[in-house]
């Protein structure tokens, strides 16, 4: 009786083996699909964490161009103001010289209107 038992429980092992085996030929392209399925939905899995770092360094990159670019226009502003000032420095020297200038103009045309004046 043991050895019947143990007969059938084999030959049961053998044809649920057989069964799985059937199916799986049977049923082939549905089992690819699901592990095309499978293998995407880890590769994505895996790419999507992959994202997720990207976008995360992404988001640090940024917040340091900003940080930067503030310095940069920061120190491009302090500049700016520096040659504006210096330019403004200059522009009155040239007034004043210009000033000068029309002081002797005005002095040559006394000069010569006095000297007009005695002559009459």
């Known amino acids: ?12 092992e053998v044809q649920k083996e057989a069964g799985l085996t059937g199916f799986i030929k049977k049923h082939s392209q549905v089992v690819v699909m699901l592990l095309g399925f ?11 964490s992959d994202l997720r770092q990207d976008i995360r360094e992404l988001h640090q990159d940024i917040r340091e161009v ?29 007034y004043e010289r210009i000033d000068g200038v029309n002081q002797r103009i005005d002095g040559l045309y006394k000069l010569i209107s006095e000297k007009k004046n005695k002559e009459k």
Do not use: C, H, P, V
Not at 38 to 48: E, K
Not at 69 to 77: F, H, M, V
Not at 80 to 92: F, K, S, T, W
């Open 66 to 94: 900003r940080q930067e670019s503030s310095q940069n226009y920061k120190a491009l502003d302090q500049k700016i103001d520096e040659n504006y000032r210096a330019l403004n420095q200059r522009i009155d020297k040239l």
């Open 38 to 48: 499978a293998g995407l939905f880890g590769i994505n899995f895996y790419n999507t």
């Open 1 to 12: 009786m043991k050895r019947t038992k143990m007969k059938e429980k084999k030959e049961g």
